[in-house]
């Protein structure tokens, strides 16, 4: 079974902090995805990256960047946390035409 | 750009019955898929059941069907036989073929009783 581990299920951090997302995965895939999860709005990407080192932005991607050093590990990096990034975070792979999901990391910024 | 829409925010259901969950989406592409995922309450995010853009047949599984409409752009689900764990959120997903991006909808909120 594929397995995305996300480094926190809970995190708490105060305004301006540098926060560290961490997302790994066992299975060799490609393919990873940043995506924030808020109510009414359902999943919305943050950034995606298809290989190491390499790196695209999604939908909404201003506040934070992302850093893929290597294959299994992919980090999204809130440089100045805000309120306004309150969230839940949900790491992703894609291997062909299905995505694996991480338990997500609920970020509270206070 | 594409969009999903998911235009029932909460729906509940009596358990062993049948509860459908509807979806429309906005596209220009003719080749893509959809998909629908489960969250059940602080939980992992998981597959339920995947439709091709080029299949004709409507794709099962187990209790769970979907009704996809490609001229109306609709890809609604059906849960059969509606069980207390069925109760999660219901997100309907599109991707296109060249695999980049998801697009979600804002989900459905479905809550079996006993």
């Known amino acids: 079974d594929v397995k995305v581990t996300q480094s926190s299920r809970y995190l708490v951090k105060r305004t301006g902090e540098k926060v560290f997302l961490e997302c790994v995965q066992d299975?060799?895939?490609?393919?990873m995805f940043w995506y924030r999860q808020d109510p009414g709005l359902g999943l919305r990407l943050i950034y995606f990256?298809?290989?190491?080192?390499?790196?695209e932005k999604g939908d909404i991607p201003e506040g934070y960047s992302v850093s893929r050093e290597k294959k299994e590990r992919f980090s999204l990096i809130l440089e100045s946390a805000s309120t306004n990034q309150t969230s839940m975070y949900l790491c992703?792979?894609?291997?062909?035409?299905?995505?694996?999901f991480g338990p997500g990391t609920r970020l509270t910024v206070l | 750009a594409q969009t999903v829409t998911q235009s029932q925010p909460e729906m509940s259901v009596q358990e062993a019955e049948t509860v459908t969950l509807s979806c429309t989406y906005d596209?220009?592409?003719?080749?893509?898929?959809l998909f629908w995922y489960k969250q059940p309450p602080s939980r992992q995010m998981i597959l339920v059941i995947r439709?091709?853009?080029?299949?004709?047949q409507n794709a099962t599984e187990n209790r769970f069907s979907v009704n996809f409409q490609k001229a109306a752009k609709s890809f609604s689900l059906k849960i059969s036989d509606s069980q207390l764990g069925d109760t999660a959120m219901y997100f309907c997903?599109?991707?296109?073929?060249?695999?980049?991006?998801?697009?979600f909808g804002s989900g459905t909120k479905l809550n079996v009783k006993p």
């Open positions: 992703t792979t894609r291997f062909y035409n299905e995505q694996f």
């Open positions: 299975m060799d895939h490609e393919n």
């Open positions: 997903a599109f991707m296109k073929q060249d695999f980049n991006k998801f697009y």
């Open positions: 596209t220009s592409e003719n080749n893509y898929y």
């Open positions: 439709q091709e853009a080029y299949k004709q």
């Open positions: 990256s298809y290989d190491v080192k390499m790196k």
